[in-house]
Every structure is written in structure tokens, then in C-alpha cells.
Nanobody
């Protein structure tokens, strides 16, 4: 059973930056592809970015390309989401998620593909 704990959310001004972290425990972290998702009030949860288990493949949704950077440290069992040039429309609860993909380096986009989820961290961007 993998446990995921997000941190780093908070309040930022438009144009500002935040860095989210997601610490994993309970499993061999390098076996898991990781995803960041977000859910704004009244909306469905959506894919933000995904990283393969070795970090060799990273994909982003179009709305965050060039602004957000996802990375992972398999020695620290942690995945990160660096968010720059934040916009009010980035306001949401952000979740990290994990799915075992070993030995593949596949990255899943779909919410339903992920088996483990964190509790979420609120990101609020003021204009």
C-alpha cells in the first residue's frame, strides 16, 4: 500500500510561484509512474502532468506547458511540481497520484488509471 502526502500549497499572487512536493511511502517508489492532478471548485479532476517511473518521460496538459515543471527524486521517494507564472485559473486542490507501471515507462493521463492518491493541497492564486 502506497501512501502519498502532498505539501507546499498555499496562497500566491498572479505571476508568482509555488513548489508542491509529494512524499511517498510504503512501496518501491521507482516502480511507480506519478501524476499531478487538480480539481477546481465545481469541476472535475483534471490531469496536470505525469512523469514516468525513472523520470525519462514527462508530459503536461497544454494549459501549464512552459509554466509548470514536474520532477522526481527516486532516492527521496518524492515528486515535485514547480509552478511558475501562476494564474488565477490555476486555483484548485492539487493531488498527486501513483500507479505501478514497472517495467514500462508509460505515463497515464486518466484519473481512473491511478491507484493511489494523496489527500490534496490547496493552491489559491489571487489576481
Amino acid at each position: 500500500q502506497v501512501r502519498l502526502v502532498e505539501s507546499g500549497g498555499g496562497l500566491a499572487q498572479a505571476g508568482g510561484s509555488l513548489r508542491l512536493s509529494c512524499a511517498a511511502s510504503g512501496g518501491p517508489f521507482s516502480r511507480y509512474g506519478m501524476g499531478w492532478f487538480r480539481q477546481a471548485a465545481g469541476k472535475e479532476r483534471e490531469f496536470v502532468g505525469g512523469i514516468s517511473r525513472s523520470g525519462s518521460r514527462i508530459y503536461y496538459t497544454d494549459s501549464v506547458k512552459g509554466r509548470f515543471t514536474m520532477s522526481r527524486d527516486n532516492t527521496q521517494n518524492t515528486v515535485y511540481l514547480q509552478m511558475n507564472s501562476l494564474k488565477p485559473e490555476d486555483t484548485a486542490v492539487y493531488y498527486c497520484a501513483a500507479v505501478s507501471t514497472f517495467p514500462s515507462e508509460y505515463v497515464y493521463y486518466e484519473v481512473a488509471k491511478y491507484d493511489y492518491w494523496g489527500q490534496g493541497t490547496q493552491v489559491t492564486v489571487s489576481s
